[in-house]
């Protein structure tokens, strides 16, 4: 934030210290919170003293003390997500970047720096790339889907059901949203325990995550080109063809963000629905007696954990004023979905169900809401309520205590989640018609449930046969199975 003598996140002014004996003394410096380090290991309760302290926005520091809002009020994250004229993603326009507060070496420059991707672009260039990730999106056939993840939870209950005990955070938490999404893209042949690992050290910055993302990338080059070459019915295809005319590094900027952004996101939320279900007794009543469904479960656990705690972050356009703090231009804030989500102001009752209310800020707002919540949401109702199935009587293998977390600020998830049941035996998981109807055979009932939106960008100046725009105009293999109504809807979206 803009150093100057009122600004409340000020450092070097320490006039604006608490007093002695203030609970907020002798943290950082000018007496701000930090968000890291020993002081901030719940950062939960940390919140909650920023909010009792400063209300609904609050000046803190992260890491190596740079200066930053933290945004607790529930309206608040919501007003400051939905203002785009005053509020953007776009790190360059940080004060505490840009006047060399925040150093190259900063642990969480990888969020910070700028980079050519949907979600830190804005205006017309975000039209441009989000238009071409929701469009390549709009085309996933999400019945196709279910039945996806659906098949998918059984081959992984496949690999343990027969012991009797399981890790479900990391035999199927973080395997089931990585099987889904490879399928999703379009490289199935691609999903296995070492793309997960790669995935798992990119995200946990491991010391092998530079090899990891560079494995990672490697893959999704491969997938882009030969989409590029030949493009077939899947989004990584979608993408490239999509009239917003992506480059190639656009295409795999963006694969790379829908890939790890899910991945991650989608695994926390499993293991989080997972847990609720077998240490909260009320949960698993409520599920068995029909008083509650699994959608409900699922949003419940968005309100209570959500994926994300907080996203880095939005930077003020102009001086403003949110939550009683006045803003300054180029100041940082951090969107903070779980001290927004347990705002006394809109949730008075933290123990009261919440039954399936989707106001939560688990998927952001605005025009950079996750786009992706839908395919997220599939995962965790069908894969929980699929598990379940399978393993009535799972219970968990040691006390609820007993659990550990691995926390950061951008989120928190559960290192392991021991659990026993009754052995039992395999199921058949019959290979049926999948999401990519080029990788496999649909059968004959197959159906288009999803009718894809006109795209949200504008239609391209140039002609879609233009060279710039060529992957375009690549002609669209068209398997003979396919019904009409598709190929109507195909001919459609590529201006015929
Ligand atoms: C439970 C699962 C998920 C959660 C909790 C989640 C949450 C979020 C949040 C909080 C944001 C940022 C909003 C903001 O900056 O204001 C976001 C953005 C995004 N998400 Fe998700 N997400 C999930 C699943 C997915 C999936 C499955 C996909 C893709 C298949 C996806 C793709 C994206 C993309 C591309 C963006 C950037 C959008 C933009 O900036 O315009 N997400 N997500």
């Known amino acids: 934030m803009t150093p100057e003598p009122h600004s409340p996140t000020d450092t070097d002014d320490t006039r604006l210290g608490p007093p002695p004996g203030c609970p907020a003394h002798g943290t950082g410096p000018g007496g701000l919170r930090r968000l890291y380090g020993p002081e901030a290991e719940d950062l939960g309760a940390v919140y909650e003293k920023l909010r009792a302290e400063h209300g609904a926005v609050a000046p803190a520091l992260l890491h190596q003390d740079v200066p930053i809002w933290v945004v607790l009020g529930h309206g608040e994250n919501l007003h400051m997500v939905s203002s785009p004229s005053q509020f953007c993603k776009d790190s360059r326009l940080w004060t505490s970047m840009r006047d060399g507060t925040v150093e190259p070496d900063h642990p969480l420059m990888p969020y910070f720096a700028w980079q ?34 659906n098949r998918a939870t059984q081959h992984l209950v496949n690999q343990f059901c027969e012991d009797g005990n399981a890790d479900l955070v990391a035999e199927f938490a973080e395997h089931l949203p990585m099987a889904v999404i490879c399928e999703i893209l379009g490289m199935p042949e691609e999903y296995g325990d070492r793309l997960v690992q790669a995935a798992r050290d990119c995200l946990k910055g491991t010391e092998t995550a530079i090899a990891s993302h560079a494995y990672l990338m490697e893959v999704l080059s491969r997938l882009a080109v030969r989409r590029r070459a030949q493009p077939q019915e899947d989004f990584t295809s979608h993408l490239v063809t999509h009239p917003a005319g992506l480059t190639d590094d656009e295409v795999r900027e963006h694969l790379r963000v829908v890939l790890l952004a899910s991945y991650e996101t989608t695994a926390n939320l499993l293991a ?73 102001r809109v949730r008075p009752d933290l123990k009261a169900n919440m039954m399936g209310n989707r106001s939560h800020l688990a998927f952001g707002g605005g025009t950079h809401e996750c786009p992706g919540q839908d395919i997220g949401r599939a995962i965790a109702d069908v894969g929980v309520d699929a598990l379940l199935t399978r393993v009535p009587d799972i219970q968990l293998a040691c006390e609820e205590d007993e659990l550990r977390w691995r926390s950061s600020i951008g989120n928190r998830h559960l290192v392991e989640l021991p659990v026993r049941f009754t052995p039992k035996a395999q199921q058949d998981v019959a290979e049926q018609p999948a999401v990519n109807p080029s990788l496999r055979q649909r059968p004959n009932d197959w159906q288009v449930s999803f009718v894809p939106t006109p795209p949200t960008v504008p239609a391209p100046a140039v002609p879609v046969d233009e060279p710039t725009a060529a992957p375009a105009a690549a002609p669209v293999p068209e398997p003979a199975h396919r019904p009409g109504l598709f190929r109507r809807i195909l001919r459609w979206w590529h201006g015929e």
């Open 272 to 344: 989080n629905v997972l847990r609720m279900v077998l240490t909260e007794p009320g949960f698993r009543a409520q599920l068995n007696g029909g008083q509650m469904t699994v959608p409900e479960a699922v949003e419940q656990s968005l309100w209570d954990e959500p994926p994300f705690s907080t996203v880095f972050a939005y930077f003020a356009k102009q001086e403003t004023e949110l939550g009683g703090q006045r803003i300054r231009k180029g100041d940082g804030l951090l969107f903070a979905p779980a001290p927004g989500n347990v705002d006394p």
């Open 116 to 149: 050519p991707i949907c979600a830190h672009a804005e205006g017309d260039e975000h039209l441009r790339l989000r238009g071409a990730v929701t469009g390549a999106m709009s085309t996933i056939d999400h019945r196709g889907i279910r039945r996806h993840i």
